[in-house]
């Protein structure tokens, strides 16, 4: 199948960065969580680190739930916005651009927490940049679609509500 922007496994609409994300969550949740020879995290630190996990948690999937529900029909995995869609700016949206992305990055850093995963720590880090870059391609494609798209850019945070 084929469309005017040419053959989807040439990703055109953002194939590889569904990819990559995938790969770099697939890591965040299914990677080793240390590596051999590292130092446990200090007993002081883990257990106030599992509750922040899991509260990090939480939110971020409360946040990529929101995004995702109020998407509805719109939802694609690929950052190329579906044709015939429209802007939406209100749930989550009005909080933060990509709630699904920022959900996902407080899912990661909140696993990380509550396993007490070095290395799953350092992956999250990964995902984080990851999502940025994603979404700096993604508002091209929705700037170039959506002319209100910019002034929506200047008053909602990109990733994290109130925070980026």
Request: glycine share 14%; proline share 8%; net charge positive.
């Given at each position: 199948?084929?469309?005017?922007?040419?053959?989807?496994?040439?990703?055109?609409?953002?194939?590889?960065?569904?990819?990559?994300?995938?790969?770099?969550?697939?890591?965040?949740?299914?990677?080793?969580?240390?590596?051999?020879?590292?130092?446990?995290?200090?007993?002081?630190?883990?257990?106030?680190?599992?509750?922040?996990?899991?509260?990090?948690?939480?939110?971020?999937?409360?946040?990529?739930?929101?995004?995702?529900?109020?998407?509805?029909?719109?939802?694609?995995?690929l950052p190329y916005p579906k044709d015939r869609s429209t802007l939406?700016?209100?749930?989550?949206?009005?909080?933060?651009?990509?709630?699904?992305?920022?959900?996902?990055?407080?899912?990661?850093?909140?696993?990380?927490?509550?396993?007490?995963?070095?290395?799953?720590?350092?992956?999250?880090?990964?995902?984080?940049?990851?999502?940025?870059?994603?979404?700096?391609?993604?508002e091209r494609w929705l700037s170039e679609r959506y002319p209100e798209?910019?002034?929506?850019?200047?008053?909602?945070?990109?990733?994290?509500?109130?925070?980026?």
């Amino acid at each position: 199948m084929t469309t005017g922007r040419g053959p989807w496994w040439k990703g055109t609409r953002g194939e590889g960065y569904l990819a990559g994300q995938l790969a770099l969550m697939a890591l965040v949740f299914l990677g080793p969580r240390a590596a051999p020879g590292w130092p446990a995290w200090p007993s002081v630190f883990a257990g106030p680190a599992s509750i922040a996990g899991v509260l990090l948690m939480l939110m971020g999937g409360l946040l990529l739930f929101a995004g995702g529900a109020r998407l509805g029909a719109r939802l694609t995995p690929l950052p190329y916005p579906k044709d015939r869609s429209t802007l939406i700016v209100t749930g989550p949206y009005r909080w933060v651009r990509h709630p699904m992305y920022g959900g996902g990055i407080l899912l990661a850093f909140g696993w990380a927490m509550a396993v007490h995963g070095s290395l799953t720590f350092g992956y999250a880090v990964a995902l984080a940049v990851f999502l940025d870059v994603k979404s700096r391609r993604e508002e091209r494609w929705l700037s170039e679609r959506y002319p209100e798209y910019a002034d929506y850019r200047t008053r909602v945070h990109k990733l994290i509500p109130f925070v980026y």
